[in-house]
């Protein structure tokens, strides 16, 4: 329902204080309409002719790619922004070193400020959305402002947007608020903040999905990392599938890597053609929601409703079900086109045509951006998991925690227990990517793969995660993989993508109890004989050196973590320390 500048204040909602907000959103950014999004059909597709209009998407070929679109961001805007984002708690050791900070008060005078004015001859959609099922207790509702039309068409495939999250609303009286405005894109003028305290996000100055999309990164990770702490839950930055074993037992894993590092990939992997009878089954792809239920059992749900994952690299090899998913329905954002106007991307056979930025390819770098992507429903992906949707999630038999390293952790290792696996998460590091914007592969720790994501300190967070021992006598087996190692000339020694499973199995067959470990300093490690390499053509040193650590190595990587623990100082846990002091003693 849309009002014109006449009736700017009107009412669209039971909840007075939703009302109340917008009006005051509207009164300081001075839109010319207000729209309430329905999640309708018809208003998505009204949505998409305006933006086809005014250039803000292209169609490509209906005819290979039906329903598709291509969305050209401004090329300064690409990637997330962890120098431009903070976390605005009245106590600045609440956010932590792991945040940049600014004071309340001053963020939102500066944030009030870029916003004045803002939506000037705009539209301001108001859009009401439920993470996670829309009838689950563990989900949480929030209402998005935003003066973007792709970020509506956005938010409509990846969260459960529209009436039936404003009911839920209007019900339970209760909601983040997101506010929005791509401003004038001046870098400059670029800020994404939080206020965990208030449940409150304002992003300026981006259209960029991990800054724009406030349901996703901000509300879903950072804002539920806090609200989940003060309510005994953990909000992660995970993936969610289902391991089926050919007689049809399924164990539920959530892994935890870094962005841009495979979490899609895993999470959509069709298995290798020497492992007839294996299934993998999608719940989510990049964040996890998990809880104990009244039995002691972890379980998890998908906040999400649709992928905004990483293009380039994806084909019928190495991710055939999400190659096979965005054949339709689908909004390229940053990709090339070939002459006939299909999306390409590295990675695909073909040519380019016309780059990322719609300029003709000389030839000259990557055609697509690196971090170039597609938005896609979820329920469009093949091996889509029927308890995807569950309200009361999947039970976890395991976490995988993982990097990019081209050195140092082996191919797996599981942890002794679990808070042998709070300092394996917290531990973990891997090379930077083009999901962020700065330096691509420097080694950085990044706790859990949540350093940008973690809406408080890590100190405080790795206690919270030590917390579920008294929860619960049921917590998941920790493991910890690295697909990433690379020999001296610098190849992959594991050929990862489907060839994943093989270490999955193993992971399957520890929860099972079926299988013993080699007992090292750092955890358990297969041995050689129960990891399945049939068919991979892996020489037996690269198969020993994956499988094996090196303890001069590792006394430094030690090292290197006990003063990234230091860097927390009085919130880092005691139990932290201890755990790091018994692997440096095992270590020698
Ligand atoms: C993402 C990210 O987009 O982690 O998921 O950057
Ligand atoms: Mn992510």
Known sequence: MSTSNAALKAASSSNAALNNWVAEVASLTQPDRIHWCTGSDAENASLISQMLASGDLVKLNEKTHPNCYLHRSNPTDVARVEHLTFICTRNREDAGPNNLWMDPAEANAKMDDLLRGAMKGRTLYVIPY????????????????????YVVANMRIMTNMGEAALKRIEREGTFVKGLHSTGDLDPKKRFIMH??????????????????????????????????????????????????????????????FPSACGKTNL???????????????????DICWLHVDSEGQLRAINPETGYFGVVPGTNAKTNANAYETIKKDTIFTNVAVTADNQPWWEGLSGTPALDWQGKPYTGNGPAAHPNARFTVSAKLNPAYSTMAEAPEGVPISAILFGGRRREVPPLVYQARDWGHGVLVGA?????????????????????????PFCGYNFGDYWAHWFSFEQRTQKLP????????????????MWPGFGDNLRVLKWIFDRCEGKVDAQDTAIGYLPHAKDLDVSGLNLDPATLEQLLSIDAS????????????????????????????????????
């Open 130 to 149: 439920c993470m996670g099922p829309i009838d689950s207790p563990h989900s949480r509702c929030g209402v998005e402002i935003t003066d973007s039309a």
């Open 195 to 256: 206020f965990p305290e208030e449940l409150t996000i304002k992003s300026v100055g981006s259209g960029y999905g991990g800054n724009a999309l406030l349901g996703k990164k901000c509300h879903a990770l950072r804002i539920a990392s806090w609200q989940a702490r003060t309510e005994g839950w953990l909000a992660e930055h995970m993936l969610i599938m289902g391991v089926q074993n050919p007689q049809g037992q399924v164990h539920y894993v959530a892994a935890a």
């Open 267 to 285: 999470a959509m992997m069709v298995p290798p053609a020497s492992m007839p009878g294996w299934k993998i089954w999608t719940i989510g792809d």
């Open 427 to 451: 531990g973990m590091a891997s090379e930077t990517t083009a999901a962020a914007v700065g330096e691509v592969g420097i080694v950085r720790r990044d706790s859990m793969a949540m350093k």
């Open 477 to 492: 087996k920790v493991f910890h993989v690295n697909w990433f190692r690379q020999d001296k000339n610098g190849k992959f």
């Open 553 to 588: 190595a590792w006394r430094h990587e030690m090292a290197d973590i006990g003063k990234y623990l230091n860097d927390f100082g009085q919130r880092t846990p005691e139990r932290l320390r201890e755990e790091h002091a018994k692997v440096v003693k095992r270590l020698g």
